[in-house]
């Protein structure tokens, strides 16, 4: 396909893209990535799913925004890599403008995108609103579960902090 710069339409892209992504060769991945004169979500999902296996969110970030300037509509899967993204970065100004994003494209109760969505707002301390996600929505994984969980013990944790140092303060500790 590559000597004949032969491109089909369609998924094979992608494939031939996570091909080189499964062997380790990025570059390749990318290389192709870069020559196809036409990008469907499977091609830019296999290069931004490449970079965040890699550990490198912001080459996500910048993907994700090339493909939507680029008007191709995301996926669960897009979304979920985005915010993972954003989580890692603890970038919380994005990751809201990509749920935002994920919830006009219908994705606000995919239970993958929730469950990157509350990771990112226990991540950056934020359990208000990651409480919120949870109790909108109607399916939920253990994930989602755990950090529920954690998020509820992590915010007792931080009222009982709060409490004890008022009472230092009043007993002028």
């Known amino acids: 396909m590559l000597l004949t710069g032969l491109f089909m339409h369609g998924s094979s892209n992608g494939g031939l893209i996570a091909s080189y992504v499964n062997i380790g060769d ?3 991945a990318r290389k192709v990535f870069d020559i196809l004169p036409q990008r469907g979500v499977d091609a830019w999902n296999a290069m931004i799913i490449a970079y965040s296996r890699k550990e490198h969110p912001g080459e996500v970030l910048n993907l994700y925004r090339q493909m939507i300037l680029e008007g191709v509509r995301p996926d669960s899967s897009t979304f979920t890599v985005a915010l993972k993204a954003c989580t890692r970065l603890l970038d919380l100004k994005t990751g809201e403008e990509i749920w935002c994003r994920a919830m006009d494209c219908g994705f606000e109760f995919d239970v993958f995108v929730g469950s990157s969505v509350l ?3 226990a991540k950056c301390g934020k359990m208000d609103e990651a409480i919120v996600v949870f109790d ?6 253990l994930v989602c579960w755990g950090l529920r969980r954690v998020g509820g013990q992590l915010k007792r944790l931080i009222c009982i902090g709060e409490c004890k140092r008022k009472e230092w303060k009043e007993m002028g500790l």
């Open 26 to 28: 990025i570059k390749s």
């Open 119 to 121: 990771n990112l707002y």
């Open 136 to 141: 909108r929505m109607p399916r939920r994984d």
